[in-house]
């Protein structure tokens, strides 16, 4: 299973990025092998708006099982999500990574409708 985290930089202890558009990086997790994948989203930082629905394009092409993030994903962009079988568990604030992982392991996490 592929697992999307927002994070705020490519660190193995970073917290979850409380934002999704405008996260700084994006950590891909493969449960199966056990690694972490970092890839940047600083060009979605700067727009002025639609950068929920471009890390949503880049979320997609990645084709993770789920998302985990600290706050709700925004209406237009959930949508564009709902369109697949990715799931979006929300509530992973103040959380590193793995932080997030065990609180979605224990059932912590609320699954955004």
Request: glycine share 6%.
């Amino acid at each position: 299973m592929k697992i999307v985290f927002t994070a705020i930089n490519k660190s193995e202890d970073s917290l979850i990025d409380s934002r999704f558009g405008r996260a700084s990086v994006l950590v891909v997790y493969d449960e199966d092998t056990k690694t972490k994948e970092f890839i940047s989203n600083d060009e979605s930082e700067g727009m002025s708006q639609g950068a929920g629905l471009q890390t949503a394009q880049k979320v997609l092409k990645i084709n993770p099982d789920m998302i985990i993030i600290a706050n709700a994903i925004g209406y237009k962009t959930l949508d564009v999500i709902k369109q697949t079988d990715i799931k979006v568990y929300i509530g992973a604030i103040d959380m590193t990574i793995d932080e997030a992982y065990k609180a979605f392991k224990n059932n912590k996490l609320k699954l955004q409708n």
